[in-house]
């Protein structure tokens, strides 16, 4: 017996070895060399970008950011913006798809991002952005609302239609959604933007597998803001790193394909020349998982591109409003 025990003593240490010696072997730069995304230029007249920040308050007391395009509160959209930035860059889309719909809608910044971020780029839980959402809906007195999505946003709200706040979700409208870092969907590094720490979030898994959760709030993932953006008001709130929880928290989980199965009826909306995805990979890997999907994909549009495209805000909005 106390071979065999010796025997499981040495299997952990090794284990732990390992996952100890993955993260401490790769450390957050600071910067992200390369190609990234192209960052269009706002095609508004800067009204919808002059929303004011509001706040509401989360189950643990938080205060967080949103911004509203007001609207019949009876037709309630959530539009939850992607990795990296917060509220202010979503607004023209906000506006375009509430013309449609009539409807209200609302822009949070997620915890962890924009200019209320304490601390930035974190959480203190991996469903934690889910619980957030499911707060504002209450903080609005909604039972269910809308959900849309533009990528790592997008895979949140599959994500959500996942997890126990689903029912809560009566359509999704889905912008190159982030489904997993190996989907087919997906290029290398999402076209240049994102530069994950892959050695440290191998040790981080191996640690979480054995349930060890005490290091998860290191970063895991650096994204590549480009210098002339950071240096603009909105660019000052970007967020340009995640932790392990955060990171976990803001995509579907593992088997993504259990959380595309429970989504309401939705719509996906691409650009062609996405530089982060592959636009015609997602109606092939999603329709494996749901039969509730119509797929748009738009020529000459880039992954930003979409979110001040008319055309994409009155796709969205005649979608929600069917």
């Given amino acids: ?10 299997s952990i240490l090794i284990i732990f070895g390992i996952a100890f010696g993955l993260i401490l072997s790769q450390w957050p730069s600071g ?3 390369g190609q990234g995304l ?18 509401y ?16 509160p009876a037709n309630t959209t959530v539009l939850v913006h992607g990795s990296g930035w917060h509220s202010a860059a979503y607004m023209d889309l906000a506006a375009g798809i509430a013309a449609q719909t009539g409807g209200r809608v609302v822009v949070p910044d997620l915890r ?16 934690q952005l889910e619980d957030d959402l499911a ?43 982030f489904l997993k870092y190996n989907a087919p969907t997906v290029r290398p590094n999402s076209g240049g933007w994102a530069r994950p720490l892959t050695r440290r979030l191998i040790g981080l898994l191996m640690l979480n ?9 290191l970063t895991v993932i650096e994204f590549n803001l480009p210098d002339e953006i950071r240096a603009t008001v909105d660019g000052q709130s970007a967020t340009q790193s995640y932790s392990y929880r955060l990171n976990t928290g803001f995509a579907p989980r593992p088997d993504f394909g259990a959380d595309i199965a429970a ?13 982060a995805f592959i636009a015609d990979q997602f109606a092939p890997t999603m329709s494996e998982y749901s039969d509730l999907g119509t797929y748009d994909v738009l020529p000459d549009l880039g992954h930003l591109d979409t979110l001040f495209n008319q055309g994409v805000a009155a796709r969205i909005g005649a979608f929600l409003s069917r």
Avoid: C, K, W
């Fill in 1 to 10: 017996m106390s071979a065999i025990l010796r025997f499981v003593a040495i």
């Fill in 31 to 33: 910067e992200v060399e």
């Fill in 38 to 55: 192209n960052f269009p230029q706002s095609s508004s007249d800067g009204s919808a970008t002059d929303i004011p920040l509001q706040t």
């Fill in 57 to 72: 308050m989360a189950r643990d007391g938080a205060v967080l950011g949103y911004r509203e395009i007001e609207g019949d």
């Fill in 112 to 127: 962890g991002h924009g200019p209320l971020a304490d601390p930035r780029g974190d959480t203190d839980y991996v469903a």
């Fill in 135 to 177: 707060d504002l809906l209450d903080h609005f007195e909604v039972d269910q609302a809308s959900l849309v999505g533009h990528s790592s946003g997008g895979g949140l709200v599959i994500r959500f239609a996942g997890g126990v706040h689903g029912t809560r979700m009566t359509r999704a409208a889905l912008l190159a959604p």
């Fill in 209 to 217: 597998g054995v349930g060890i959760t005490a290091l998860n709030g």
């Fill in 263 to 275: 989504l309401p009826e939705f719509l996906l909306v691409v650009g062609e020349a996405d530089e």
